[in-house]
């Protein structure tokens, strides 16, 4: 074994006994997660997502200036999503669930959906589900699956025009949603934060509040390809791929 893998092992075990000692487990998950199942992340090196500027397709602004750009973006972030499948990683969070159930939050920031087609129950959505709109006219909200949508939907119900229910820049997160994640954040012995760069609030703001809400303070362990804003709040670092060292974790652990 090199020095790299003997470290990697040595957090491998820390993150399974810190997890065999908890009661409380909140994770939360970003982009990364969904990465090694064909769901490219959002922070490439050129400052596009997927070839869009951001405030063009993820901000009110840019879908009061062109709603069809902003429609032919999420369509094919729809189409994408309808060809993959969860990875190990997400499997190893819903074997996570079932042992500490009811004990278990899964709070993530991506739309994708696949916590819950893998199997997760206790998912908080903080930024909203691809396969739903939201009726700029009556408010209504329906899931609509993967299909395309084309450049214009309109409401079944009203006639107005439709928008991705999915939280933009600039806007607010659904409160009963956010409220429920503060809640999980604060009562949680251990956060593990897998997959996020940690640079979008509020959603990043929740691996302070569960550190600095209680005496003893919840464990961090955050697992990521690379080290991030987060990383300094971290006690446990599992870094490398998330569909390789989570399922290592539970084998640990006997889960
Ligand atoms: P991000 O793209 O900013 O960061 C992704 C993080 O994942 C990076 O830190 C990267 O190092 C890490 N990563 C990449 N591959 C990994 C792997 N195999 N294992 C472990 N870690 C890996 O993502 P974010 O922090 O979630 O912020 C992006 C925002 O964009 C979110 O608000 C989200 O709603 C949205 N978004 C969602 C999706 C999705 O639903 N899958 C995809 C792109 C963007
Ligand atoms: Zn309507």
Redesign the pocket.
């Known amino acids: 074994m090199s020095v790299v893998d003997e470290e990697q092992e040595k957090e491998v075990a820390r993150a399974a006994a810190a997890l065999s000692g908890a009661t409380r487990v909140a994770v939360l998950t970003?982009?990364?997660?969904?990465?090694?199942s064909g769901?490219?992340?959002?922070?490439a090196s050129d400052g596009l997502w997927e070839g869009h500027r951001i405030e063009d397709v993820a901000t009110p602004r840019g879908y009061r200036r062109n709603p069809g750009l902003v429609w032919k973006f999420y369509n094919a972030r729809r189409a994408n999503v309808a060809t993959v499948k969860p990875n190990p990683?997400h499997e190893a969070l819903v074997r996570l669930e079932k042992h500490f159930a009811p004990g278990f939050t899964l709070i993530t920031?991506?739309?994708?959906g696949l916590h819950r087609t893998a199997g997760s129950r206790n998912v908080l959505e903080l930024?909203g589900n691809l396969a739903r709109t939201r009726c700029t006219g009556c408010q209504e909200i329906r899931n609509r699956g993967l299909e395309p949508l084309g450049d214009d939907p309109r409401c079944l119900t009203c006639g107005e025009a439709l928008r991705p229910d999915i939280v933009w820049f600039e806007e607010q997160l659904p409160p009963h949603v956010w409220d429920k994640a503060v809640d999980a954040a604060m009562a949680c012995d251990l956060l593990l934060v897998?997959?996020?760069?940690?640079?979008?609030f509020p959603?990043a703001g929740l691996i302070p509040l569960a550190q600095e809400s209680k005496t003893p303070p919840a464990t961090i362990i955050e697992?990521?390809?690379?080290q991030?804003n987060a990383s300094g709040l971290a006690d446990i670092g599992l870094y490398g791929?998330?569909?390789e060292l989570l399922p290592r974790v539970l084998k640990h652990m006997g889960v």
């Not at 970003?30 to 090694?36: L, V, W």
């Not at 920031?109 to 994708?112: A, E, L, P």
């Open positions: 970003g982009a990364g997660i969904s990465a090694e769901i490219p992340t959002f922070r990683a920031q991506n739309v994708d930024h897998v997959g996020t760069s940690a640079v979008v959603a697992c990521n390809l690379t991030t791929r998330a569909g």
